[in-house]
């Protein structure tokens, strides 16, 4: 499986990845991006098999990146990796076609409970 | 007469519950808080934080001592104190204020926006005057501060109520 990893903070994403290990899943190849519109490109140019993205981003915000993959025509498997978890906000990553919402801070638990339903 | 929203703010208690739980996950540490009133510290601090805007305005700061901002680094990279670089003492303590400032937003108001982190790595004389402060709660980490503050500025629309 590939995963693309989006939050501009360099330090979430190595600790997203960590706990994607930690918490059992089976990954061979990890893409990063720093922002939002860096997500959204390597959505479509790279095939990822998850995007696991921040949503407060430069550049595009994670919401917005989602609403341009989804535009674009790719149904990639999409979760959100947030500090900010209301119900209007889950609404929306849902009505975008986000699988999933992960508040930071997590545990590898978390992870397992988001991502089990969706990877083998 | 006029009719403030009024918004509900962590208490000291919900504040150190926030950022407690934030050094268990990441940093795989327990925080212990601290009661007393320090002496204000003199010696050169680092500061992060994040604005929140909407029916409460204002900012969450964090403050620690750059050695207390170095050990937070290396335990988020994995990486030995001495190893860590600047640009990574940013990001690491701009997350930190980030994950804090986003729970705090969720409490405050859920139409609110959250900018991204601002990090001054030399904050020594650094003030707020446009802010004053609501919460404050203080921990101490490896022998180094760490103060999580909540800051309302003063044209807020709501009054915040504890």
Known sequence: MRVLVADDSTVMRRIVVRTLRQAGIDFDEVLEAADGRQAYEAALADGPDLVLSDWNMPEMTGIESLRAIRAAGSDVLFGFVTSEGSDEMRAEAEAAGASFLITKPFTAETFRDALEPFVD | ?162
Do not use: C
């Open chain 2, 1 to 162: 007469m006029s009719v403030e929203t009024m918004v509900s703010l962590p208490s000291d208690v919900e504040m150190i519950e926030i950022v407690t739980q934030v050094w268990a996950s990441f940093l795989d540490d327990e925080l212990l808080p601290v009661f007393a009133d320090a002496a204000g510290s003199t010696g050169n601090r680092l500061v992060a934080w994040v604005s929140i805007s909407g029916e409460w305005t204002g900012h969450l700061q964090v403050t620690t001592t750059p050695g207390g901002a170095r050990d937070i680094t290396a335990g988020m990279f994995q990486l030995e104190a001495a190893e860590v670089e600047t640009g990574e003492v940013a990001d690491a303590i701009g997350e930190i204020a980030n994950m804090i400032g986003g729970t705090v937003k969720g409490m405050v108001g859920a139409s609110a926006a959250l900018s991204l982190p601002q990090v001054v790595l030399d904050a020594s004389a650094l003030i707020s005057p446009d802010a004053h402060e609501v919460v404050q709660v203080r921990f101490q980490w490896r022998g180094e501060p760490i103060e999580v503050s909540l800051w309302e500025r003063r044209d807020s629309n709501g009054g915040g109520q504890r």
